[in-house]
T-cell receptor
Framework: GAVVSQHPSWVICKSGTSVKIECRSLDFQATTMFWYRQFPKQSLMLMATSNEGSKATYEQGVEKDKFLINHASLTLSTLTVTSAHPEDSSFYIC????????????FGPGTRLTVT | AQSVTQLGSHVSVSEGALVLLRCNYSSSVPPYLFWYVQYPNQGLQLLLKYTTGATLVKGINGFEAEFKKSETSFHLTKPSAHMSDAAEYFCAVSSTRNFGNEKLTFGTGTRLTIIP
């Protein structure tokens, strides 16, 4: 099956700094990538949808200036958490979709962000 | 609006026993329903999906689920649990068949533990 990777898998940063999370589709080209956020014992919540070469579409309540998404190529999307605060600590999961790969989203393993 | 409720955040069954994970949904349009499994430190993997047609859906690893419109349910079952089934299971709903490119709404997940 299709493989999606995320890097880093775990990151700690200080409050006020920015951190970038990468999502890569390793063996297919992803026309669309999704970013989810998961709090402990809660659902995965969609943050934004990004299509290669265009601006991301953010879900209601998600600050686009705080969570910067760049989908610069068909195999890479990045999520940058700017001026991170402790309340941004969470598990961030990406998924990738390609029509050629079948009608399924393929999920990455997630990135655990802790802001101190 | 759509929502998913998974009853029981933790379920324990003995090896060889029946596995039953419950999922109820709410949707204003005909739903498309999915079960995903997440093993530790790995991404979500699609177990099975219901879009249209037969209401009993068979998936990978011996799992199946039945769509019951009258009960707004999509419970996941497996006749005989195996140690390798221990994981987190997520039920999800989408409003369109093109769910690969459409927002998924997830339940809070059920952690399945298998007792030797």
């Amino acid at each position: 099956g299709a493989v999606v990777s995320q890097h880093p898998s775990w990151v700690i940063c200080k409050s006020g700094t920015s951190v970038k999370i990468e999502c890569r589709s390793l063996d297919f080209q992803a026309t669309t990538m999704f970013w989810y956020r998961q709090f402990p014992k809660q659902s995965l919540m969609l943050m934004a949808t990004s299509n290669e070469g265009s601006k991301a579409t953010y879900e209601q309540g998600v600050e686009k200036d705080k969570f910067l998404i760049n989908h610069a190529s068909l195999t890479l999307s990045t999520l940058t958490v700017t001026s991170a605060h402790p309340e941004d600590s969470s598990f961030y999961i990406c998924s990738a979709f390609s029509q050629a790969g079948g009608d399924e989203q393929y999920f990455g393993p997630g990135t655990r962000l802790t802001v101190t | 609006a759509q929502s998913v409720t998974q009853l029981g955040s933790h379920v324990s069954v003995s090896e060889g026993a029946l596995v039953l994970l419950r999922c109820n949904y709410s949707s204003s349009v005909p739903p498309y329903l999915f079960w995903y499994v997440q093993y530790p430190n790995q991404g979500l993997q699609l177990l099975l999906k219901y879009t249209t047609g037969a209401t009993l859906v068979k998936g990978i690893n011996g799992f199946e689920a039945e769509f019951k419109k009258s009960e707004t349910s999509f419970h996941l079952t497996k006749p005989s649990a195996h140690m390798s089934d221990a994981a987190e299971y997520f039920c999800a709903v989408s409003s369109t068949r093109n769910f690969g490119n459409e927002k998924l709404t997830f339940g809070t997940g059920t952690r399945l533990t298998i007792i030797p």
